[in-house]
Structure formats: C-alpha cells, structure tokens
C-alpha cells in the first residue's frame, strides 16, 4: 500500500513560484513511477510531469515544459514539482500519483489512469 500527502499550494500572482511536496509511504516498488496531475471542476486530470524514479528519466506536458521542474528526493521519500512563472491558466488542484509499473511509451506518463496511487490534492490559484 502507497500512501501519498501533497503540500505547498496556495494563493500567488502571475508570474510568481511554488513548490509542491508529496511525502509518500510504502514499498519504492510500489511507486516506480510517480507523476503530478492537475484538475479544474468539470474537467479530468491532466498530466503535468511525471518522472520514472528508476532512473530518473523525466516528462512534462507541453504547457508547463520550461517552467516546472518534477523531482524527487530519495531520502526524504519526497516528490517534488517546482512551479516558476505561473500563468492563471495553471488554476487547478494538483494531485500527486504513484504507481509499481513504468511505461516504454513516453506519453503513458501523463495518462491519469495508468496510476493505481493517488493523494488528496492541493489547491494552487493564480491571479492575474
């Protein structure tokens, strides 16, 4: 069993940062691959980076490339995903996902329903 806490959402301006955090517990081998997702009411999950953390090979949507950063801290058991030059269309409720199989398809990285492990999310809102 994976059990994932995402924290460090909030309120900022366009243009300004965040980091968010997700702290999971669980066998590594039931969290080869982890991933961020993002939700707008009336919407599905969309994926926004994701990363095969044996190896660290790395995957972004096309929206954020440039401007989010996906990494993981190994001893801290900790994924994070730098977000620099925020646009209010990154609007969302961020999810952080896990799952113990990785994919030969890049795009199966930011496919929602390859993950078995999901958090409960954290708002993130920017204003224009």
């Known amino acids: 069993q994976v059990q994932l806490v995402e924290s460090g959402g909030g309120s900022v301006q366009a243009g300004g940062t965040l980091r968010l955090s997700c702290v999971a517990s669980g066998y590594t081998s039931s969290r080869q691959c982890m991933g961020w997702f993002r939700q707008v009411p009336g919407k599905g999950r969309e994926g926004v980076a994701a990363?095969?953390?044996?190896?660290?090979?790395?995957y972004y949507a096309d929206s954020v490339k440039g401007r989010f950063t996906i990494s993981l801290d190994n001893d801290k058991n900790t994924l994070y995903l730098q977000m620099n030059s925020l646009k209010p269309g990154d609007t969302a409720r961020y999810y952080c996902?896990?799952?113990?199989?990785?994919?030969?398809?890049?795009?199966?990285?930011?496919?929602?329903?390859?993950?078995?492990?999901w958090g409960q999310g954290t708002q993130v809102t920017v204003s224009s």
């Open positions: 990363m095969n953390t044996n190896g660290g090979s790395t």
């Open positions: 996902a896990a799952d113990p199989s990785c994919w030969v398809r890049p795009p199966s990285y930011l496919l929602a329903d390859n993950y078995h492990y």
